[in-house]
């Protein structure tokens, strides 16, 4: 009944520590989910914020396949921002990131405009992140390091920490960041399945490994445009990791590298629809530059955000959904040398701690954090300018390295200097710091209850900046306190006298007052710097309707509607109009032009039917 043949014996004692492996990484990979799930279902019914109004809750474009199939036309698809009155900004993200859209036109089909569908997904995407980190850094460190503990101790706290950091919630609780989430799954994706085809038994099976790889870089390169690092990372892995010669790593991932021009062709293809104009990577990397920060200055300043993103990962205090950061013009500033120096450590050391202890494993999973770190920040933080200088979810991909670097120290500590005897006190420290990050990340995710809460936060932390004063603004418009929402509008105009949506935001709330002479004022001032704003030209109309000023009220409102001629509420209006001008067959025709580009409400289907009672009697 039982074994006792000596070679039998030998092969169960290698077994149990490999089941023993086994067991440990089913439970890691469950308490990431628990814990994932427990600091962030709480956030499961907060509303759409920020960009996400934009992207996702005022975007037609999620709304029906139709518009993917429409893509393929990039001229005819550009226009449509025009037609439909959206911001150019919106057709070129989705040409640029259809995989991304693609997820929201499923979470619609589904939730329809509920946030709680879409933030399910985002933590789901999030946990399933945390999962890959740990699985890509344990075949990291059984090729680096020999001891057990080492192993199960820098992967687990690695992916623990990029779990419940708090810098990490505007990629979960922010649904619009899923970009940034999504990517990050693709770009882990790519990379594990590389170290699969690497380890796999047969050539048949490196084979499909590698091509699964190559599959998931090219999706992760039409999710976003970060994904471009990933074929350079994959270099990175095979010479300091893997310990390849170059030759041999540009053998290896030659299908990868292939695919590096796909997404310079994609934007540039972009750019020229979007502009009408021969295609340039000049202004295709000034696609997003609504900023109009000169790639210099952009670059300079970049120095000191990327040491603002290390001070947010040791110390996660004054989290800002939009900061105020500077703009910095020159190398010789004070902070940018200073920042630039700590960089220039940090980086120097890493590399001579490499070359000194070459054949230590830890020296090279120090040398591939941190050049993870700076390689997958470099796409926001290089040259290419962005419209923000700054921003919080550009850290989440990132901060692997640094988790990486930091508990593979912390480790060395506990087994060198230290001594393991004595380095339970170091790893009850990680723990206790892990918990009150994770205090840290449930407080902060309270900010994120409201649009008013959230943008308090940001008022405080940004007073001088006009944005978080208008959002501000627009929360209170939003739920019927249209007075109070008038100072918050006046002072972003104040604050930045060229924020147009401000304009926007204050002239609805004086229509809604009745103070129509000061909306109209308004709408003239916003209009002086942005003559074909349809919104302004309809809140203009409606206010003139108001006054019975009928032929200016229809100029205006024919403005609105040569401007964006598929958006609905600008037909409705204009049938309103023609309704209290006696003009009932042109009011029918209005409201039949927006039934058609919206599903139609109560409201419409009721206007219609008294039109059509009344249309017999007027003629």
């Known amino acids: 009944m039982f074994c006792v043949d000596g070679r039998n014996m030998v092969d169960n004692r290698r077994m149990n520590p490999a089941m023993t492996d086994a067991r440990y990484r089913r439970f890691v990979i469950s308490f990431i989910v628990v814990l994932g799930i427990a600091l962030y279902a709480h956030t499961l019914p907060f509303p759409f914020q920020f960009d996400g109004i934009l992207y996702i809750e005022g975007n037609p474009l999620i709304t029906s396949y139709d518009y993917f199939e429409k893509m393929w036309n990039f001229a005819r698809f550009t226009q449509l921002d025009e037609q439909l009155g959206l911001p150019a900004d919106l057709t070129t993200n989705f040409l640029l990131r259809p995989v991304s859209y693609f997820s929201f036109f499923l979470d619609y089909c589904v939730s329809g405009l509920n946030p709680v569908g879409y933030r399910a997904i985002n933590i789901a995407i999030h946990c399933a992140n945390a999962v890959l980190v740990y699985l890509f850094l344990a075949m ?17 706290a690695a992916a623990f920490f990029f779990l419940i950091h708090p810098v990490q919630i505007q990629c979960v609780t922010y649904i619009a960041q899923r970009f940034t989430s999504l990517v990050a799954t693709m770009y882990l994706l ?37 994904m471009f690092t990933a074929p350079v990372m994959l270099l990175l892995l095979e010479t300091v990791v893997l310990g390849s010669t170059v030759k041999t790593a540009f053998r290896r991932t030659v299908l990868h590298l292939l695919c590096l021009p796909l997404l310079p062709v994609l934007i540039v293809l972009t750019e020229a629809a979007q502009s009408a104009s021969r295609a340039n990577m000049t202004d295709a990397l000034n696609i997003v530059n609504y900023g109009s920060y000169p790639p210099a200055q952009y670059a300079i300043t970049q120095i000191c955000v990327v040491t603002t993103y290390l001070r947010l990962l040791f110390l996660p205090y004054g989290q800002n959904i939009d900061p105020d950061y500077p703009l910095f013009t020159s190398l010789l500033n004070g902070r940018v040398m200073l920042s630039l120096a700590v960089l220039l450590v940090f980086l120097s050391a890493s590399l001579i701690y490499f070359r000194q202890r070459k054949r230590e494993g830890r020296s090279r999973l120090i040398l591939f954090g941190t050049l993870w770190f700076f390689l997958v920040n470099s796409i926001s933080s290089s040259i290419v300018p962005l419209p923000d200088l700054m921003a919080e979810q550009r850290i989440y991909l990132p901060s692997m390295g640094i988790f990486l670097v930091l508990f593979t120290l912390v480790d060395l500590v506990r087994t060198r200097w230290v001594g393991i005897r004595h380095g339970t006190g170091i790893v009850v420290g990680v723990v206790v710091w892990g918990v009150v990050l994770c205090g840290l990340t449930f407080a902060r995710n309270e900010v994120w209850r409201t649009r008013t809460s959230l943008w308090e936060d940001s008022v405080g932390k940004s007073p001088l900046k006009g944005r978080p004063w208008h959002n501000l603004g627009q929360s209170y418009l939003e739920q019927g306190r249209y007075r109070e929402a008038v100072p918050y509008f006046q002072q972003s105009l104040s604050l930045d006298r060229f924020y147009f949506m401000s304009f926007i935001g204050l002239s609805a709330a004086y229509d809604e007052l009745e103070l129509f002479n000061e909306a109209i004022d308004v709408c003239s001032k916003g209009l002086a710097i942005d003559p074909v704003n349809a919104e302004l030209y309809h809140n203009m109309g409606i206010a003139q309707a108001r006054l019975g000023k009928w032929r200016e009220a229809e100029q205006s409102l024919l403005k609105a509607v040569e401007l964006r001629p598929k958006n609905s509420g600008d037909h409705i209006s204009m049938a309103k109009l023609y309704y209290f001008t006696y003009r009932y067959a042109a009011a029918l025709q209005e409201c039949r032009i927006a039934a058609r580009l919206s599903p139609p409400d109560r409201q419409l289907l009721l206007m219609m039917e008294v039109i059509e009672r009344l249309l017999p009697h007027s003629k």
């Open 190 to 226: 790519t990379l594990i399945l590389y170290l699969c085809s690497v380890d796999a038994e047969n050539r048949r099976k490196a084979s499909l490994f590698r091509w699964a790889s190559v599959v998931a870089l090219i999706l992760g390169m039409l999710v976003k445009e970060s």
């Open 140 to 156: 990291l460190v059984q090729r680096t390091v020999r001891e057990t503990f080492s192993r199960r101790f820098i992967p687990t």
